[in-house]
Structure formats: structure tokens, C-alpha cells
């Protein structure tokens, strides 16, 4: 891939109102990020949305920069040394930057995640499980926030932890957790999906927590409330289809109501990291993508699309999500037509993706 070609990749990725599966969806119906940035304006056009503007170029060079002056670099979904597991979510996270040993992300990974202003016994059972789970060769992934988040990458320390972070790569949040910071970029390796030099906000946690358990086999939920981030991550990971795992607490413990209440829906109970080996044991390491656009015989340069063609795809769009495939059958419109024309309608706020490759009707 040339310098090019992936500074057009990050401009896409960056741009606001791009979402991962509009950004799978442009490369997959151009070819390329340079194509796909080349059509860009004529499809905002189409969209009614001329306020979008694609994110400069010259960011993104002076992101690579600052990121490759510190000893981080940028990976790409397309990159051969993408991380194999992510790479099967639907859709992946277009761009990621890493800070640290990579190679980490080749052995098996679980999540632990838990409360911030956890009990002793909460952080006692992070990291001694995280202890444990490193020591049979698995790498444990956490979020580098306060409590068992940290307890988790102190345990895991030794043998490699991967700490995935809302802020940009450089960002150190909390404050606390500088020194910790650099032990994990120094041992273990620091993941973000925010630009170089971005301040977390708290729709950058949703993200973040969908890198935990994209990265991981399963998650170890360990002391959570009943509305708490961890139950997020474990909702994510079960989209995900991945194991989702849960430490009993006491009943006489508000920290716990949400973790007990994993186990009451389901999850699988652990006390122990003998007892999460055997849980993900089964789980398949990798799985084909379910996003796939389509390949329909057609050259993009001959398409034309009229009102009639956008006015039967918002016709046949609900409010139930369907499949590409469907909409085609429904319209008598090609898939890869179909794919274009949501493409705007996406970014008219009219259609909205879901995993899977599903599309529905957002209005």
C-alpha cells in the first residue's frame, strides 16, 4: 500500500460522519481510499449533506509523524499485520494505532474489565487471575482505567498486557496511570482509535470498550454495577460472539448487582483463571467476516442513478434491518447499485448500518 493510498484511508476514516461500515463500504464500491476519496464529494452531493467535508491531509501526515516520533505506528484494516481477530468484526475498526509489542496480539487474549472504584477482594481476583491467565500463555486486555482495570495490567505485567485507551495514543488517562502507562508501552503495548493527541470524551469509551473484546476471545466481567461500562462490554462481546464470562460478588454489594446479573442472564460463572481457560477453550479463534459487499458485474463508471432508483431503496428499507442482498431483490437494482446509493443515504441520516452487514431505515 503506498504512502498515498493510506493517508486516504486515515482522511476517510477521520472524516466526520463516516462511520466504520460507510468507510468498508466506499472501499469496497471504489477499490481503493484514493477513488474512494475522488467520488466522495459527488456522493455528499447526492446526499443532500454538503456540510460534510473530508478531514485534511495534512492532519493525517502530521499524525503519522508525531505518531512514528514517538515509536507508534498506525495499522490499517487492510494491513497484513492487523490484528486477526478484530479483523473479523463487522465491520472492523478501519484504523488503530499501537504503541508497544504487537506480537502480543498473536496469542490467545482475554478481556478483563470491571469496576473503577472497586472492593480489595475485586482487585485481589483481577490481578491474581490476570496473573495466572498470563502465565499459560494468554495475553490479558484491559482499558487502563482505575480499579480492576488496573489491577488486571499490574498482574499481567510480566508476561505482556495490552492496555486499549478512549484517548489518542499519546493520552494518559487517568492521570494516575502514567507510570503504568509507560511499563505497558515498554513490555506490553497501548492500542487507541482515536487520532494522535485526542482528549477522550465519553462517546469515546463505547469504542474503546468494542476494541477490548474485539481483541479478545472472551471477557472476564469482575465487579460491576448494575449500570456500569462493563456491562456494555459485555453486551458488545456477545454481539461479538464472544465468551462472556462473570466473577460472583456478594448480594450485599451494589458493585456487584450487574456481574451477578450477567450470571442470572447467562454468562458463564468463574472464580479463577483454570476455570476462564476452560470456559473459552472451545471458542473458535477466528470466523469468517459477515460483511461482504457486493461484486456484481458492473463497472462504476457506467452506473447511473436516477430518483426512481433512490426513491424505491427508501421504499424498501424499514425500520427491521435487512441485508443488501434483500434490498436488490426488492428493487430490481444491482447490489453494488443498491450499496452506492445507501452510501448517501447513510450519510443523509436516512439509512443506518448495523453489524452483520444489515441496513434499516433510520426516519
Same mark, same amino acid.
Given at each position: 500500500?503506498?504512502?498515498?493510498?493510506?493517508?486516504?484511508?486515515?482522511?476517510?476514516?477521520?472524516?466526520?460522519?463516516?462511520?466504520?461500515?460507510?468507510?468498508?463500504?466506499?472501499?469496497?464500491?471504489?477499490?481503493?481510499?484514493?477513488?474512494?476519496?475522488?467520488?466522495?464529494?459527488?456522493?455528499?452531493?447526492?446526499?443532500?449533506?454538503?456540510?460534510?467535508?473530508?478531514?485534511?491531509?495534512?492532519?493525517?501526515?502530521?499524525?503519522?509523524?508525531?505518531?512514528?516520533?514517538?515509536?507508534?505506528?498506525?495499522?490499517?484494516?487492510?494491513?497484513?499485520?492487523?490484528?486477526?481477530?478484530?479483523?473479523?468484526?463487522?465491520?472492523?475498526?478501519?484504523?488503530?494505532?499501537?504503541?508497544?509489542?504487537?506480537?502480543?496480539?498473536?496469542?490467545?487474549?482475554?478481556?478483563?474489565?470491571?469496576?473503577?472504584?472497586?472492593?480489595?477482594?475485586?482487585?485481589?481476583?483481577?490481578?491474581?487471575?490476570?496473573?495466572?491467565?498470563?502465565?499459560?500463555?494468554?495475553?490479558?486486555?484491559?482499558?487502563?482505567?482505575?480499579?480492576?482495570?488496573?489491577?488486571?495490567?499490574?498482574?499481567?505485567?510480566?508476561?505482556?498486557?495490552?492496555?486499549?485507551?478512549?484517548?489518542?495514543?499519546?493520552?494518559?488517562?487517568?492521570?494516575?496511570?502514567?507510570?503504568? =502507562?509507560?511499563?505497558?508501552?515498554?513490555?506490553?503495548?497501548?492500542?487507541?482509535?482515536?487520532?494522535?493527541?485526542?482528549?477522550?470524551?465519553?462517546?469515546?469509551?463505547?469504542?474503546?470498550?468494542?476494541?477490548?473484546?474485539?481483541?479478545?476471545?472472551?471477557?472476564?466481567?469482575?465487579?460491576?454495577?448494575?449500570?456500569?461500562?462493563?456491562?456494555?462490554?459485555? =453486551?458488545?462481546?456477545?454481539?461479538?460472539?464472544?465468551?462472556?464470562?462473570?466473577?460472583?460478588?456478594?448480594?450485599?454489594?451494589? =458493585?456487584?448487582?450487574?456481574?451477578?446479573?450477567?450470571?442470572?442472564?447467562?454468562?458463564?460463572?468463574?472464580?479463577?483463571?483454570?476455570?476462564?481457560?476452560? !470456559?473459552?477453550?472451545?471458542?473458535?479463534?477466528?470466523?469468517?467476516?459477515?460483511?461482504?459487499?457486493?461484486?456484481?458485474?458492473?463497472?462504476?463508471?457506467?452506473?447511473?442513478?436516477?430518483?426512481?432508483?433512490?426513491?424505491?431503496?427508501?421504499? !424498501?428499507?424499514?425500520?427491521?434491518?435487512?441485508?443488501?442482498?434483500?434490498?436488490?431483490?426488492?428493487?430490481?437494482?444491482?447490489?453494488?447499485?443498491?450499496?452506492?446509493?445507501?452510501?448517501?443515504?447513510?450519510?443523509?441520516?436516512?439509512?443506518?448500518?448495523?453489524?452483520?452487514?444489515?441496513?434499516?431505515?433510520?426516519?
Amino acid at each position: 500500500m503506498t504512502d498515498a493510498e493510506r493517508i486516504a484511508r486515515v482522511q476517510l476514516a477521520r472524516t466526520k460522519g463516516v462511520g466504520p461500515l460507510t468507510y468498508s463500504r466506499f472501499l469496497e464500491t471504489y477499490g481503493s481510499g484514493l477513488a474512494a476519496l475522488e467520488a466522495f464529494p459527488e456522493r455528499v452531493r447526492a446526499s443532500g449533506r454538503g456540510e460534510l467535508k473530508l478531514y485534511p491531509a495534512d492532519k493525517v501526515r502530521r499524525e503519522f509523524d508525531e505518531t512514528d516520533h514517538i515509536g507508534a505506528r498506525i495499522i490499517l484494516s487492510g494491513d497484513e499485520d492487523y490484528p486477526e481477530l478484530l479483523g473479523h468484526l463487522s465491520p472492523a475498526p478501519p484504523v488503530i494505532t499501537v504503541w508497544g509489542n504487537t506480537d502480543l496480539l498473536k496469542k490467545p487474549c482475554v478481556a478483563l474489565v470491571g469496576s473503577r472504584n472497586a472492593s480489595a477482594a475485586a482487585i485481589r481476583i483481577a490481578h491474581d487471575m490476570a496473573h495466572d491467565l498470563g502465565n499459560s500463555g494468554y495475553t490479558v486486555v484491559s482499558g487502563l482505567a482505575r480499579g480492576v482495570d488496573t489491577a488486571s495490567h499490574n498482574g499481567s505485567l510480566s508476561t505482556g498486557t495490552v492496555a486499549v485507551i478512549a484517548g489518542g495514543i499519546d493520552n494518559i488517562y487517568p492521570a494516575q496511570n502514567e507510570n503504568l =502507562r509507560n511499563q505497558i508501552k515498554d513490555t506490553g503495548l497501548v492500542v487507541s482509535e482515536s487520532p494522535f493527541g485526542h482528549e477522550p470524551r465519553a462517546n469515546d469509551f463505547p469504542r474503546r470498550n468494542r476494541l477490548i473484546t474485539g481483541l479478545s476471545l472472551g471477557v472476564v466481567v469482575i465487579e460491576a454495577a448494575q449500570r456500569s461500562g462493563s456491562l456494555i462490554s459485555a =453486551r458488545t462481546a456477545l454481539e461479538q460472539g464472544r465468551e462472556v464470562m462473570a466473577v460472583p460478588g456478594s448480594p450485599l454489594d451494589n =458493585r456487584t448487582r450487574g456481574s451477578n446479573g450477567l450470571i442470572r442472564s447467562g454468562a458463564i460463572l468463574v472464580e479463577n483463571a483454570e476455570q476462564v481457560i476452560e !470456559a473459552i477453550a472451545p471458542a473458535a479463534p477466528s470466523q469468517p467476516s459477515l460483511f461482504e459487499m457486493p461484486d456484481d458485474d458492473l463497472d462504476d463508471e457506467t452506473l447511473e442513478f436516477s430518483e426512481e432508483d433512490r426513491a424505491r431503496i427508501i421504499q !424498501a428499507l424499514s425500520p427491521t434491518a435487512t441485508t443488501i442482498a434483500d434490498i436488490s431483490l426488492a428493487t430490481g437494482i444491482p447490489s453494488r447499485k443498491c450499496a452506492i446509493l445507501l452510501v448517501e443515504l447513510e450519510l443523509e441520516g436516512i439509512a443506518g448500518s448495523l453489524p452483520g452487514g444489515l441496513v434499516r431505515r433510520q426516519n
